[in-house]
């Protein structure tokens, strides 16, 4: 059974870089097209994507997001990472990593549990 | 590009049927069958009820349907039950390749 688990640092000072894992278990993250996501919520607020990556390595990023944030994969680990650079408070949020139902999808069937990450001095 | 819209809140008590509208543009919900719906519960993570429009996973009751016209999308869980209470959240892939998501609705069982 596929599982996702994200990791990193739960504080971030603001115009610092956000960094997250996502260790994927139960599965190879190149055993298919699927696509491998980011997706954020703030406290009390709804879910916003940040953007997947596919094996290939060919990556998609939400448009409001872009100039600051990068995704990769490390085939090696089975895992994948985001980057999101200059934080402020606003990026205060539960990260959640996410792979998709099928191949090139654009659905997230399977979630981590989620990591709570605070923007604050 | 913009959320999609969602109603903030819908109810309906145990037994009955309620809808949650998902609306967007040509360039996102009414140009591709790519809409996905999600239930989640709080402080949990978000589980996809919907995917393509109106398929669903296995392990998902058939008490969730999901269908599209236009550039409107729609969710509808019949024979309502407790645990269905849920914050639902709609989703469509767009004509920038990129995902996005409503602003969510808050369903309460009444």
């Known amino acids: 059974q596929l599982q996702l688990q994200e990791s990193g640092s739960g504080l971030v000072k603001p115009s610092q870089t956000l960094s997250l894992t996502c260790a994927v278990s139960?599965?190879?993250?190149?055993?298919?097209?699927?696509?491998w996501s980011w997706i954020r919520q703030p406290p009390g607020k709804g879910l916003e994507w940040i953007g997947y990556?596919?094996?290939?390595?060919?990556?998609y990023y939400n448009p409001s997001l872009q100039s600051r944030v990068a995704i990769s994969v490390d085939r090696s680990k089975n895992q994948f990472s985001l980057n999101l650079s200059s934080v402020t408070a606003a990026d205060t949020a539960v990260y959640y990593c996410?792979?998709?139902?099928?191949?090139?999808?654009?659905?997230?069937?399977?979630w981590g549990q989620g990591t709570l990450v605070t923007v604050s001095s | 590009q913009s959320a999609l819209t969602q109603p903030a809140s819908v109810s309906g008590s145990p037994g009955q049927s309620i809808t949650i509208s998902c609306t967007g543009t040509?360039?996102?919900?009414?140009?591709?069958?790519?809409v996905s719906w999600y239930q989640q519960h709080p402080g949990k993570a978000p589980k996809l009820m919907i995917y393509?429009?109106?398929n669903r996973p296995s392990g998902i009751s058939n008490r969730f349907s999901g269908s599209k016209s236009g550039n409107t999308a729609s969710l509808t869980i019949s024979g309502l039950q407790a645990e269905d209470e849920a914050d639902y959240y709609c989703?469509?892939?767009?004509?920038?390749?990129?995902?996005?998501f409503g602003g969510g609705t808050k369903l309460t069982v009444l």
């Open positions: 996410a792979r998709s139902h099928g191949y090139y999808g654009y659905d997230w069937a399977c």
């Open positions: 139960g599965g190879s993250i190149s055993s298919g097209a699927y696509s």
């Open positions: 990556i596919y094996d290939s390595g060919s990556t």
């Open positions: 040509n360039s996102d919900v009414g140009g591709y069958n790519y």
């Open positions: 393509d429009v109106s």
């Open positions: 989703s469509s892939y767009t004509s920038s390749s990129t995902v996005v």
